[in-house]
């Protein structure tokens, strides 16, 4: 499914509102899911009304990112602020960025090389 940018903001504020109902390894009860979509119902504009499945898989996807940047802060020597990201500056670290971000596992930090995370303050509030 398609997520506008209001969406995924409705969605990381209906979790983080209610993140009591947080489950295990990062994840709520279908329920919550349920609810979450329901609360997103709205905003729909076109395609497909998400549901909690659609929910569930881009709660994933937040969640990947949310794990690749706090891996990426626990690193030594490594730059982030949620205001610029990783603040690459000149072509020695943009080079050095560019191979970084082209492993797979560090795919999803390509966003941030100069640019934070809207939602990062809500999600490490719903992670213990």
Not at 6 to 35: I, S
Not at 57 to 83: F, P, V
Request: hydrophobic fraction near 35%; charged fraction near 25%.
């Amino acid at each position: 499914a398609k997520w506008t940018n209001e969406e995924v903001t409705a969605l990381v504020d209906y979790l983080h509102t209610n993140h009591a109902e947080w489950a295990d390894a990062g994840n709520f009860q279908q329920v919550t899911y349920a609810k979450a979509a329901e609360s997103i119902c709205k905003l729909h504009r076109s395609g497909k009304i998400k549901d909690s499945k659609n929910v569930l898989i881009k709660w994933g996807s937040l969640k990947h990112t949310y794990n690749a940047i706090m891996t990426y802060c626990s690193r030594s020597g490594k730059h982030w602020d949620n205001e610029n990201g990783v603040n690459i500056c000149g072509a020695a670290d943009a080079e050095k960025w560019a191979k970084f971000v082209s492993v797979k596992q560090n795919t999803a930090m390509k966003p941030f090389c100069n640019k934070g995370w809207q939602y990062l303050p809500m999600m490490e509030d719903i992670f213990p």
